[in-house]
């Protein structure tokens, strides 16, 4: 049960509405929730991306991608798609200026590199998105949840960060020269990849007769284990598919235009599954569940029940 922490805030803003996605590298912000920031970018919120790390140690995973020769190159060329997803959006983007943890693997697993994202200290790598919070004023906040959504340490990061500038950016005695204090007032976890989602998608594609990628993982023992998030928030948003879909192939280093992402007709997406699904974390203003907009208790001059 979630109450408001701070009942006495307005519930009209007075003003135009500011989104802020946070995200852990350049594609994340295409492959989570895309489809919602386009649709409110449409509508004329303000919608800001914040990608955490240039994604310099991300493998190039579309196998007809030719090879990138070096990091620095890889920083540059992934700089360009994401101007590029940026745009396909309609939305802002900012760097917060960290180096790419990368995705350690084996067993045991090696020590991450020195220097990045994921090994700062939590108040380092907080203050540039504190101070971006407290510039860009958002009502509400994405990003991930305590588990990073998989356990890439980045995305970890990802969200002790923004759970911090939430927590932080709005008190005057904390981070004093990051900007004027700023109170965010909605935090939500992206559920980009949900089994529930995956199991509708698989269900559709066999009930129509036609091949689905997803059953293995549908029937593995690692997906059945994989506890589901509650869902608070569903944002219908078929109408902005073909952005996101634009964007996500913006990211030609990262997204095999065959692969996994494409894997559904958009037809048959739109029609199982045409929205997006958040988690309320954490809200400044009453609210009722469920919702179908992350402005919910910010639009009316009636403030919402609390749940």
């Not at 007075?14 to 386009?38: F, I, Q």
């Not at 964007?247 to 045409?274: C, K, N, S, Y």
Request: glycine share 6%; proline share 10%.
């Amino acid at each position: 049960m979630r109450r408001a922490t701070d009942p006495r805030r307005p519930y009209v803003t007075g003003e135009r509405l500011r989104l802020l996605a946070v995200h852990a590298h350049p594609d994340d912000e295409s492959s989570k929730g895309a489809a919602t920031t386009a649709r409110y970018a449409a509508e004329g919120v303000d919608v800001l991306v914040a990608t955490c790390t240039g994604g310099e140690r991300g493998d190039v995973l579309n196998p007809s991608y030719p090879p990138v020769p070096d990091p620095d190159r890889m920083h540059e060329i992934r700089r360009e798609e994401m101007a590029a997803a940026a745009k396909a959006l309609g939305v802002q983007q900012e760097w917060l200026g960290f180096v790419d943890s990368g995705l350690p693997e084996g067993d045991p697993l090696p020590p991450l590199p020195e220097g990045c994202f994921a090994l700062q200290p939590l108040e380092v790598a907080a203050r540039p998105l504190v101070e971006l919070v407290r510039r860009f004023r958002p009502h509400v906040i994405t990003t991930y949840d305590p588990t990073g959504g998989y356990p890439h340490p980045d995305h970890i990061m990802c969200h002790r960060v923004s759970a911090e500038a939430f927590a932080a950016a709005g008190d005057p005695e904390r981070y004093r020269d990051a900007g004027e204090p700023w109170t965010p007032l909605k935090l939500y976890y992206n559920h980009g990849f949900s089994m529930a989602r995956i199991r509708a998608a698989h269900e559709a594609l066999v009930e129509r007769g036609l091949e689905s990628p997803f059953g293995e993982w549908v029937e593995s023992r690692a997906a059945r284990e994989i506890p589901e998030r509650e869902v608070t928030t569903r944002i219908e948003c078929a109408e902005f598919f073909a952005a996101r879909d634009d964007a996500l192939r913006a990211h030609a280093t990262q997204i095999d235009p065959d692969g996994f992402f494409f894997a559904m007709p958009r037809d048959l997406e739109r029609e199982v599954w045409p929205f997006e699904e958040y988690e309320l974390a954490e809200s400044r203003v009453p609210v009722r569940l469920p919702e179908d907009d992350l402005f919910a208790g910010l639009r009316s001059a009636d403030p919402t029940s609390a749940r």
